[in-house]
Protein backbone atom coordinates (compact mmCIF):
# COMPACT_ATOMS: atom_id res chain seq x y z
CA UNK A 1 0.00 0.00 0.00
CA UNK A 2 0.98 3.45 -0.52
CA UNK A 3 -0.26 6.81 1.76
CA UNK A 4 -0.45 9.47 0.19
CA UNK A 5 -1.10 13.04 2.52
CA UNK A 6 -2.78 15.72 0.72
CA UNK A 7 -4.31 13.23 -1.92
CA UNK A 8 -6.98 15.73 -3.09
CA UNK A 9 -4.82 18.38 -3.00
CA UNK A 10 -2.48 19.69 -6.15
CA UNK A 11 0.34 17.52 -6.02
CA UNK A 12 -1.13 14.85 -4.36
CA UNK A 13 -3.89 14.10 -5.97
CA UNK A 14 -1.93 14.56 -9.44
CA UNK A 15 0.96 11.67 -8.08
CA UNK A 16 -2.11 9.60 -7.45
CA UNK A 17 -2.79 10.07 -11.20
CA UNK A 18 0.80 8.83 -11.98
CA UNK A 19 0.19 5.95 -9.49
CA UNK A 20 -2.76 4.86 -11.19
CA UNK A 21 -1.23 4.85 -14.59
CA UNK A 22 1.29 2.49 -13.76
CA UNK A 23 -1.07 0.17 -12.67
CA UNK A 24 -1.31 0.79 -8.71
CA UNK A 25 -4.93 1.75 -6.93
CA UNK A 26 -3.58 -0.14 -3.10
CA UNK A 27 -3.68 3.56 -2.16
CA UNK A 28 -4.72 5.55 1.12
CA UNK A 29 -5.76 9.07 0.89
CA UNK A 30 -5.22 11.53 3.55
CA UNK A 31 -6.54 14.88 3.43
CA UNK A 32 -9.10 17.67 4.91
CA UNK A 33 -11.70 18.10 2.07
CA UNK A 34 -13.70 20.63 3.99
CA UNK A 35 -16.01 22.85 1.70
CA UNK A 36 -13.64 23.34 -1.37
CA UNK A 37 -14.04 21.82 -4.94
CA UNK A 38 -10.44 19.98 -4.06
CA UNK A 39 -12.49 16.36 -4.12
CA UNK A 40 -12.92 16.52 -7.99
CA UNK A 41 -8.97 15.61 -8.00
CA UNK A 42 -10.05 12.54 -6.68
CA UNK A 43 -12.98 11.78 -9.32
CA UNK A 44 -12.31 9.13 -11.42
CA UNK A 45 -8.71 8.15 -9.38
CA UNK A 46 -8.52 4.65 -8.03
CA UNK A 47 -7.81 4.14 -4.41
CA UNK A 48 -9.02 1.67 -1.67
CA UNK A 49 -9.79 4.46 0.80
CA UNK A 50 -10.13 8.26 2.33
CA UNK A 51 -9.39 8.96 5.96
CA UNK A 52 -9.15 12.65 7.19
CA UNK A 53 -5.95 13.77 8.58
CA UNK A 54 -6.32 14.06 11.89
CA UNK A 55 -8.03 10.74 12.45
CA UNK A 56 -5.04 9.27 10.40
CA UNK A 57 -2.56 10.79 12.65
CA UNK A 58 -4.36 9.73 15.83
CA UNK A 59 -4.43 6.34 14.26
CA UNK A 60 -1.07 5.59 13.80
CA UNK A 61 -0.84 4.45 17.57
CA UNK A 62 -2.47 1.58 16.41
CA UNK A 63 0.62 -0.60 15.30
CA UNK A 64 -1.79 -2.93 13.88
CA UNK A 65 -3.21 -0.20 11.41
CA UNK A 66 -1.39 -0.46 8.68
CA UNK A 67 0.29 -3.19 7.00
CA UNK A 68 2.54 -3.78 4.02
CA UNK A 69 3.09 0.09 3.58
CA UNK A 70 5.47 0.34 0.41
CA UNK A 71 5.88 4.28 1.08
CA UNK A 72 4.51 7.33 2.32
CA UNK A 73 3.90 10.43 0.35
CA UNK A 74 3.44 13.00 2.58
CA UNK A 75 2.26 16.22 0.23
CA UNK A 76 -0.40 17.48 2.65
CA UNK A 77 0.34 20.94 4.28
CA UNK A 78 -1.13 24.05 4.28
CA UNK A 79 0.58 25.60 1.38
CA UNK A 80 -0.69 29.24 1.16
CA UNK A 81 2.52 31.73 1.84
CA UNK A 82 -0.08 34.38 3.10
CA UNK A 83 -1.43 32.25 5.65
CA UNK A 84 -0.69 34.32 8.92
CA UNK A 85 -1.84 32.28 11.81
CA UNK A 86 2.19 30.60 13.28
CA UNK A 87 0.43 28.27 15.55
CA UNK A 88 -1.79 27.12 12.74
CA UNK A 89 1.20 26.48 10.03
CA UNK A 90 3.40 25.24 13.05
CA UNK A 91 1.25 22.53 13.76
CA UNK A 92 -0.26 21.29 10.51
CA UNK A 93 3.44 21.91 8.82
CA UNK A 94 6.04 20.96 11.06
CA UNK A 95 4.11 19.28 14.40
CA UNK A 96 2.08 17.11 11.78
CA UNK A 97 5.03 16.11 9.77
CA UNK A 98 7.22 15.30 12.59
CA UNK A 99 5.03 12.56 14.68
CA UNK A 100 4.08 11.14 11.14
CA UNK A 101 8.00 10.92 10.12
CA UNK A 102 8.69 9.06 13.65
CA UNK A 103 6.39 6.54 12.95
CA UNK A 104 7.60 5.53 8.99
CA UNK A 105 11.03 5.62 10.63
CA UNK A 106 9.95 3.28 13.27
CA UNK A 107 8.86 0.90 10.28
CA UNK A 108 11.30 1.58 7.93
CA UNK A 109 9.18 2.65 5.55
CA UNK A 110 10.07 4.55 2.27
CA UNK A 111 9.30 8.49 3.16
CA UNK A 112 8.38 11.60 0.50
CA UNK A 113 7.94 14.97 2.21
CA UNK A 114 7.28 18.26 0.68
CA UNK A 115 9.62 20.93 1.65
CA UNK A 116 9.29 24.05 -0.08
CA UNK A 117 11.26 26.67 -2.33
CA UNK A 118 10.39 29.30 0.11
CA UNK A 119 12.83 28.08 3.19
CA UNK A 120 15.05 29.97 0.44
CA UNK A 121 13.90 33.15 1.70
CA UNK A 122 14.78 36.08 -0.46
CA UNK A 123 17.68 34.13 -2.05
CA UNK A 124 20.60 36.10 -1.08
CA UNK A 125 21.75 32.99 -0.30
CA UNK A 126 21.24 31.29 -3.57
CA UNK A 127 18.92 28.54 -4.44
CA UNK A 128 21.35 25.46 -3.57
CA UNK A 129 19.86 21.99 -1.49
CA UNK A 130 23.58 21.17 -0.74
CA UNK A 131 23.41 19.96 2.72
CA UNK A 132 25.35 22.51 4.09
CA UNK A 133 23.42 25.23 2.91
CA UNK A 134 19.91 24.14 4.87
CA UNK A 135 21.04 24.94 8.20
CA UNK A 136 21.88 28.51 7.50
CA UNK A 137 18.51 29.51 5.60
CA UNK A 138 16.37 32.45 6.38
CA UNK A 139 12.82 31.77 4.92
CA UNK A 140 10.85 35.17 4.92
CA UNK A 141 7.45 34.22 6.17
CA UNK A 142 5.54 31.82 8.39
CA UNK A 143 5.05 29.25 5.48
CA UNK A 144 8.38 28.72 4.74
CA UNK A 145 9.83 28.74 7.89
CA UNK A 146 6.96 25.88 9.02
CA UNK A 147 8.57 24.19 6.54
CA UNK A 148 11.73 24.64 7.14
CA UNK A 149 11.46 23.51 10.66
CA UNK A 150 10.66 20.09 9.55
CA UNK A 151 13.67 20.25 7.43
CA UNK A 152 16.45 21.02 10.65
CA UNK A 153 14.30 18.89 12.53
CA UNK A 154 15.24 15.81 10.22
CA UNK A 155 19.04 17.09 10.00
CA UNK A 156 19.38 17.52 13.81
CA UNK A 157 17.92 13.97 14.70
CA UNK A 158 20.38 12.83 11.63
CA UNK A 159 17.48 10.79 9.99
CA UNK A 160 17.15 13.13 6.52
CA UNK A 161 19.65 10.56 5.30
CA UNK A 162 16.52 8.18 5.58
CA UNK A 163 14.06 10.13 3.43
CA UNK A 164 13.72 12.51 0.86
CA UNK A 165 12.30 15.99 0.87
CA UNK A 166 11.48 18.28 -2.25
CA UNK A 167 11.43 21.45 -2.64
CA UNK A 168 9.33 22.52 -5.04
CA UNK A 169 9.42 25.94 -7.04
CA UNK A 170 6.79 27.44 -8.77
CA UNK A 171 4.61 24.51 -9.75
CA UNK A 172 1.50 25.29 -12.38
CA UNK A 173 -0.95 22.36 -14.22
CA UNK A 174 -3.83 20.62 -13.92
CA UNK A 175 -5.80 20.08 -10.48
CA UNK A 176 -4.14 23.55 -8.92
CA UNK A 177 -8.05 25.29 -9.64
CA UNK A 178 -9.35 24.80 -5.84
CA UNK A 179 -5.87 26.76 -4.29
CA UNK A 180 -7.81 30.43 -4.87
CA UNK A 181 -5.32 32.85 -4.21
CA UNK A 182 -2.28 30.59 -4.75
CA UNK A 183 -3.49 29.07 -8.30
CA UNK A 184 -0.12 29.50 -10.51
CA UNK A 185 0.31 32.61 -12.85
CA UNK A 186 -0.77 30.14 -15.48
CA UNK A 187 -4.16 29.50 -14.79
CA UNK A 188 -4.46 33.28 -13.60
CA UNK A 189 -3.43 34.53 -16.63
CA UNK A 190 -5.86 32.31 -18.83
CA UNK A 191 -8.55 33.19 -17.17
CA UNK A 192 -7.58 37.05 -17.48
CA UNK A 193 -7.14 36.61 -21.29
CA UNK A 194 -10.81 34.97 -21.38
CA UNK A 195 -12.31 37.48 -19.05
CA UNK A 196 -10.50 40.86 -20.37
CA UNK A 197 -8.46 39.68 -23.44
CA UNK A 198 -5.15 40.93 -21.47
CA UNK A 199 -2.65 40.11 -18.26
CA UNK A 200 -1.52 41.90 -15.68
CA UNK A 201 2.04 41.88 -14.47
CA UNK A 202 3.73 43.67 -11.69
CA UNK A 203 5.89 46.57 -13.03
CA UNK A 204 9.45 46.05 -11.61
CA UNK A 205 11.01 48.05 -9.14
CA UNK A 206 14.99 46.86 -9.37
CA UNK A 207 17.22 48.66 -12.08
CA UNK A 208 18.46 44.65 -12.87
CA UNK A 209 15.17 43.87 -14.22
CA UNK A 210 12.51 45.59 -17.00
CA UNK A 211 8.61 44.83 -16.20
CA UNK A 212 8.17 41.57 -16.69
CA UNK A 213 11.08 40.26 -17.01
CA UNK A 214 11.41 39.24 -13.32
CA UNK A 215 12.23 35.58 -13.58
CA UNK A 216 10.65 32.39 -12.15
CA UNK A 217 11.71 28.83 -12.19
CA UNK A 218 8.45 27.39 -13.57
CA UNK A 219 8.16 23.53 -13.27
CA UNK A 220 4.84 21.46 -14.59
CA UNK A 221 3.16 19.16 -12.49
CA UNK A 222 3.38 16.32 -14.83
CA UNK A 223 7.10 16.71 -15.14
CA UNK A 224 7.01 17.03 -10.72
CA UNK A 225 5.37 13.80 -10.40
CA UNK A 226 7.52 12.09 -12.72
CA UNK A 227 10.66 13.12 -10.16
CA UNK A 228 8.45 11.81 -7.10
CA UNK A 229 7.66 8.80 -8.63
CA UNK A 230 11.95 8.11 -9.39
CA UNK A 231 12.45 9.14 -5.49
CA UNK A 232 9.77 6.87 -4.63
CA UNK A 233 11.75 4.00 -6.46
CA UNK A 234 15.32 5.04 -5.51
CA UNK A 235 15.81 4.31 -1.49
CA UNK A 236 19.20 5.21 -2.01
CA UNK A 237 18.32 8.67 -3.01
CA UNK A 238 18.15 10.79 0.31
CA UNK A 239 17.96 14.04 1.89
CA UNK A 240 16.37 17.28 0.32
CA UNK A 241 16.20 17.94 -3.34
CA UNK A 242 15.27 20.81 -5.52
CA UNK A 243 12.39 20.22 -7.82
CA UNK A 244 12.13 22.69 -10.46
CA UNK A 245 13.60 22.84 -14.31
CA UNK A 246 16.93 24.58 -13.11
CA UNK A 247 15.88 27.08 -15.73
CA UNK A 248 14.36 30.64 -14.66
CA UNK A 249 12.36 32.27 -17.63
CA UNK A 250 10.34 35.70 -16.67
CA UNK A 251 6.76 36.61 -16.28
CA UNK A 252 6.87 38.00 -19.94
CA UNK A 253 7.89 34.69 -21.31
CA UNK A 254 5.07 32.64 -19.65
CA UNK A 255 2.30 35.23 -20.44
CA UNK A 256 3.51 35.55 -23.91
CA UNK A 257 3.16 31.30 -24.03
CA UNK A 258 -0.49 31.31 -22.94
CA UNK A 259 -1.60 33.66 -25.72
CA UNK A 260 -0.05 31.70 -28.30
CA UNK A 261 -1.28 28.79 -26.88
CA UNK A 262 -4.76 30.03 -27.49
CA UNK A 263 -3.79 31.45 -30.88
CA UNK A 264 -4.45 35.46 -29.37
CA UNK A 265 -1.82 38.40 -30.18
CA UNK A 266 -0.43 39.45 -26.80
CA UNK A 267 -1.61 42.25 -25.09
CA UNK A 268 0.01 43.12 -21.21
CA UNK A 269 0.08 45.92 -19.03
CA UNK A 270 2.17 46.71 -16.22
CA UNK A 271 0.53 47.85 -12.97
CA UNK A 272 1.83 49.29 -9.61
CA UNK A 273 3.17 46.37 -7.20
CA UNK A 274 1.43 47.09 -3.82
CA UNK A 275 3.75 48.59 -1.35
CA UNK A 276 3.41 46.00 1.36
CA UNK A 277 5.43 43.85 -0.94
CA UNK A 278 7.61 45.78 -2.70
CA UNK A 279 10.81 45.35 -0.19
CA UNK A 280 10.46 41.60 -0.17
CA UNK A 281 9.47 40.32 -3.69
CA UNK A 282 12.05 37.99 -5.01
CA UNK A 283 13.26 38.86 -8.51
CA UNK A 284 14.75 35.34 -9.51
CA UNK A 285 14.29 31.90 -8.37
CA UNK A 286 15.89 29.45 -10.16
CA UNK A 287 16.50 25.81 -8.99
CA UNK A 288 19.69 24.12 -8.46
CA UNK A 289 19.07 20.43 -9.91
CA UNK A 290 23.05 18.78 -9.62
CA UNK A 291 21.95 16.69 -6.74
CA UNK A 292 19.29 15.41 -7.67
CA UNK A 293 21.03 14.32 -10.98
CA UNK A 294 24.18 13.25 -9.63
CA UNK A 295 21.58 10.77 -7.76
CA UNK A 296 20.99 9.50 -11.11
CA UNK A 297 18.18 10.83 -12.27
CA UNK A 298 18.31 11.35 -15.70
CA UNK A 299 14.91 13.17 -16.79
CA UNK A 300 14.59 16.19 -19.51
CA UNK A 301 12.21 18.44 -18.14
CA UNK A 302 9.06 19.99 -20.83
CA UNK A 303 9.97 23.33 -21.79
CA UNK A 304 7.74 26.22 -20.59
CA UNK A 305 6.19 26.63 -24.03
CA UNK A 306 5.30 22.74 -24.42
CA UNK A 307 4.09 22.75 -20.82
CA UNK A 308 1.78 25.66 -21.30
CA UNK A 309 0.29 24.27 -24.61
CA UNK A 310 -0.55 21.16 -23.00
CA UNK A 311 -2.13 22.83 -20.18
CA UNK A 312 -4.40 25.16 -22.04
CA UNK A 313 -5.16 23.06 -25.06
CA UNK A 314 -5.24 19.96 -23.09
CA UNK A 315 -7.16 21.29 -20.25
CA UNK A 316 -8.10 24.72 -19.52
CA UNK A 317 -9.54 25.44 -23.34
CA UNK A 318 -11.75 22.08 -22.56
CA UNK A 319 -12.72 23.54 -19.38
CA UNK A 320 -11.35 20.59 -17.40
CA UNK A 321 -9.16 21.12 -14.97
CA UNK A 322 -8.10 17.75 -13.30
CA UNK A 323 -5.90 15.62 -15.36
Not at 87 to 109: P, T
Request: with cysteine; proline share 2%; hydrophobic share 40%.
Amino acid sequence: MIIVTGGAGFIGSAFIWKLNNEGIDDILVVDELGKKDKWKNLSGRRFNDYIHKDEFLNSLTDNNKYKNVKAVIHMGACSSTTETDADFLIYNNYRYSRELAKWVLAKNIRFIYASSAATYGDGSLGFSDADEITPVLKPMNIYGYSKHLFDLWAIRNKVLNKMAGIKFFNVFGPNEYHKENMVSMAFRAFHQVIQSGKVSLFKSYSDEYKDGEQKRDFVYIKDCVEIIWWLMNNKQASGLFNLGTGKARSWNDLVKAIFAAMGIKPKIEYIEMPESIRDRYQYFTEAKMDKVKKSGCAFNFMSLEDALNDYVLGYLLKNNSCL
